[in-house]
């Protein structure tokens, strides 16, 4: 039995460097930091097994990339992340 695991990239994003490398400092780190990574590929996973292909997709939808999507209240959406999902990658 041959199972093959295909990643699909359905976009970009970019967080702050403290996210990424978990800095000391918890949260409060990442809202101060003022560096962003490089845009980082989102990926929905395609699994060719022999009984069907299965997707699994923990994917964004393109209107992340809109303004207003997340909610202006809240300090994660709102400093620490940046998205970058065309509609015709989702």
Partial sequence: MT???HAVQTGTTKIKTA?????????LRVFTDTQWTEWLPIY????DHPEGLIV???GETARTS???YFP????????ALQMNVKPEMR
């Fill in 44 to 47: 929905a996973w395609l699994i």
């Fill in 3 to 5: 199972i093959r695991i």
């Fill in 72 to 79: 202006a209240w809240h300090p994660y959406y709102r400093t």
């Fill in 66 to 68: 809109e303004p207003g």
């Fill in 56 to 58: 699994v997709d923990i």
């Fill in 19 to 27: 996210q990424r490398s978990r800095k000391p400092g918890g949260i």
